[in-house]
């Protein structure tokens, strides 16, 4: 009889660290981004165990730092939709990740987060504790450390638990509103045997994903179809091609305009003809019906009003935002659903109602302010040329760099998104709202990780450039064949605290000094011969006419090589 496309046949009890590996591989995960340490000699022994018995696992790779792990599970999922794990040293390991399970909690990203706990044990049993370390990495809570960010944590309390532990955190963190899930691992535990019965078998648990209820879409359809000025806001993009393809017809067919304020992902093309300009207070002061899909923050109350009046709708996994404590937005109709079967059933309802008198001239308007937008965004950006060249520049010359390649885009706070031109769902990512710093680059690597044909491009400010631990994320890059274009965009100071001090005090003291204190970053370190280190293509950028010249060889470096690159690009402060 021929076994060749037979399940390995498992022995009676393995490692428990093997059995959580192998029941990991089961519910989909593809990739254990693990930075290791004393707690992991079961999971290493399971790793090797699991080899030996020819089990299926997902692939673990070494990453050499925790908020490195966290993105580059984070940079997956956007490109898969498939939720990941980490695996990380007891509680010092899992500090450096929290800043990674906030920026996850904040988009609803899922992430199985696993760490080590020292043992309890002093003597007397296999995985006793053996070095300083296993007394002094004790705390009363560590999954106090990422508490706040996690939907759900547990503890592994008997080996024989792995399968429903693990089958229940995936379920949980898939379950709309998606985010992360935290798991930790005592080290006894980990080395006891586990029974491999059913480690193979289909996940025990599924998710709870909301639907657009009829009834409520039905509602919002209404109020759409009989506003004068209707108006979108999107954050996070579409929910998918498909989706994004939706926003675009709807857009279209019922002339609303589209407005991406502070967008995280892009929800219709930047050069559409319903894309509204980025400014907010225009839309609302005439608004009179809104709906607001899956957007933290659509505008800002303290200087943007809505007109008497107004109806908001509000769509999304979590429209109300609930664990977020203050946020006092309108919503006259909720609905809780994934963003691309919302939009569908959206677009189905509105079909059946009858257009208004006046459609074609305000979707005339519109295209018409769209365009001349447009236009004075591109003007503006090509005028930033020069000697000293701005961020506007670099964003529309990348911008060309990139059409007509199969491309993404990871900002943060690098190359705005205004003046580039993107007609794609998976054309855009921008830093989460949560503001945990280094997401950029380490994101680009799991996305590129998941898509070896996608060009990947991390744009970042210096500060975010050092905030990502280059070191480890080039190491990442070489190690793994990773070729990403990294795109440095230099100004040499905190632009985002400058600016944020500029609108709270924007005739204070601090504007008026010749500098700005807690701002500069001067001296700046030389970023191309970090990633020289590690053997990237890097190039150092200062005027404004090379610029377009350095992608181009930065990008043919990455097409004919397959290795790294990055542009240390310096623009006006």
């Keep these: 009889m021929n076994h060749r496309n037979e399940a390995p046949q498992l022995s009676e009890t393995m490692t428990a660290g093997g059995a959580l590996l192998a029941r990991l591989k089961a519910v989909g995960v593809d990739y254990i981004f693990a930075n290791s340490g004393t707690d992991f000699p079961p999971v290493i022994e399971g790793l090797a165990e699991a080899e030996a018995k020819g089990i299926p696992l997902p ?11 966290m993105a580059m599970a984070h940079g997956y999922y956007l490109a898969t939709g498939r939720p990941q794990a980490v695996m990380a040293h007891t509680n010092v390991g899992l500090a450096n990740c929290a800043i990674g399970a906030i920026n996850a909690a904040t988009e609803h990203i ?22 300083p370390i296993g007394w002094g990495q004790e705390m009363r809570d560590q999954a106090a450390l990422v508490r706040e960010a996690v939907k759900w944590d547990d503890e592994l309390r008997f080996a024989e638990h792995v399968p429903q532990m693990v089958d229940r955190a995936h379920a949980i963190a898939t379950s709309t509103p998606r985010g992360p899930v935290y798991m930790s691992l005592p080290r006894e ?11 193979a078998d289909p996940p025990s648990m599924r998710p709870a994903v ?53 967008a995280v992902q892009l929800a219709i093309a930047t050069d559409h003809p319903m894309a509204a300009p980025a400014d907010p207070r ?29 109806k908001v709708i509000q769509l999304g996994q979590d429209p109300l935002f609930q664990r977020f404590p203050v946020r006092y937005f309108r919503s006259d109709v909720t609905i809780a659903c994934d963003i691309e079967a919302g939009l569908l059933a ?23 302010a769209s365009v001349a937008s447009r236009t004075a ?11 000293a060249m701005t961020k506007e520049w670099v964003s529309l010359t990348l911008s060309r760099a990139l059409f007509g390649r199969k491309a993404t885009v990871l900002s943060e706070l690098g190359c705005p998104l205004v003046p580039m031109r993107l007609n794609n769902a998976r054309a855009w990512y921008q830093e989460p709202h949560s503001g945990g710093l280094g997401w950029s680059f380490p994101a680009a690597l799991g996305m590129q990780l998941a898509e070896p044909d996608r060009l990947v491009v991390a744009t970042m400010g210096d500060g975010s450039y050092i905030f990502s631990n280059p070191a480890a994320c080039h190491q990442i890059a070489e190690a793994l064949g990773l070729p990403i274009l990294i795109v440095i965009v230099n100004n040499a100071e905190w ?27 001067v001296p700046v370190p030389d970023f191309a011969k970090i990633a020289a280190a590690s053997n990237a293509y890097a190039e150092t950028v200062w005027r404004g006419e090379e610029l377009q010249a350095a992608l181009e060889r930065a990008i043919h470096h990455i097409e004919t090589n397959r290795g790294a690159a990055l542009l240390n690009v310096h623009v006006r402060a």
């Design 495 to 521: 632009g985002a605290v400058r600016q944020s001090v500029l609108g709270v005090y924007p005739d204070g003291y601090a504007a008026k000094a010749n500098r700005m204190p807690l701002t500069s970053l």
């Design 59 to 69: 692939q673990a790779i070494v990453i050499p730092h925790e908020s490195a792990a």
């Design 346 to 368: 959206l677009a189905d309802a509105l079909a059946a109602q009858e257009k208004p008198a006046g459609l074609e001239a305000r979707r005339a308007a519109i295209a018409a």
């Design 110 to 131: 899922p992430v199985l987060l696993f760490s080590g706990k020292t043992p309890v044990s002093e003597r007397g049993h296999l995985g006793s504790r053996t070095v």
């Design 189 to 199: 535990v980990l080395c006891g045997p586990c029974p491999t019965e059913g480690l």
């Design 377 to 387: 965004i591109e003007a503006k950006a090509a005028a930033g040329a020069g000697d």
């Design 282 to 310: 225009p839309l609302l002061e005439n608004a009179d019906v809104i709906l607001v899909i899956d957007a933290l923050a659509p505008w800002s109350p303290d200087i943007h009003e809505l007109k008497p009046g107004c």
């Design 210 to 262: 909301h639907s657009p209820e009829p009834a409520t879409i039905a509602q919002a359809a209404l109020l759409l179809a009989r506003a004068r000025n209707p108006v979108i806001f999107a954050q996070r993009g579409a929910g998918s091609q498909v989706g994004f393809e939706a926003l675009s017809r709807l857009a279209s067919e019922w002339a609303i305009p589209v407005c991406q304020y502070w």
